[in-house]
């Protein structure tokens, strides 16, 4: 059984015991969420897809840890005008736990 979800501006195509990684969420570590913007869910040779959502299903997860990503280098560079510009980026994230599909 797998489930595609909504989180944030992403989706994510999740199985029960998933640890996902998403963009950074106000949530406490540890604390346990429900996902409720699921768009399609397959349960062997049956499958659901919501329009744009499905309404009776929920996941259910834990948000295990914040952390940052790995850094990520933007190198501009112009020929003959003797300038080049680089810029570093890490990105704020969100450890997630899947638990439950219901």
């Known amino acids: 059984m797998f489930a595609v979800v909504q989180l ?5 195509k999740v199985n ?4 996902i990684s998403a963009d950074h969420l106000d949530y406490e570590a540890g604390q346990k969420i429900v996902l409720d913007k699921v768009l399609l869910i397959c349960d ?3 499958t659901k897809v919501g329009q744009p ?4 299903v929920e996941i259910k997860a834990e ?3 914040h952390y ?3 850094k990520t280098i933007a190198f501009h560079y112009r020929k003959r005008k003797d300038s080049a ?3 570093g980026h890490r990105q704020d994230l969100t ?3 899947i638990t439950k599909i219901s």
Do not use: A, M
């Open 8 to 12: 944030g501006n992403h989706q994510f």
């Open 44 to 46: 062997g040779p049956s």
């Open 85 to 87: 510009r680089t810029i």
């Open 95 to 97: 450890s997630v736990k």
């Open 63 to 65: 948000v295990l840890r």
């Open 68 to 70: 940052r990503g790995p």
């Open 53 to 56: 959502y499905l309404k009776d």
């Open 16 to 19: 029960e015991g998933d640890t």
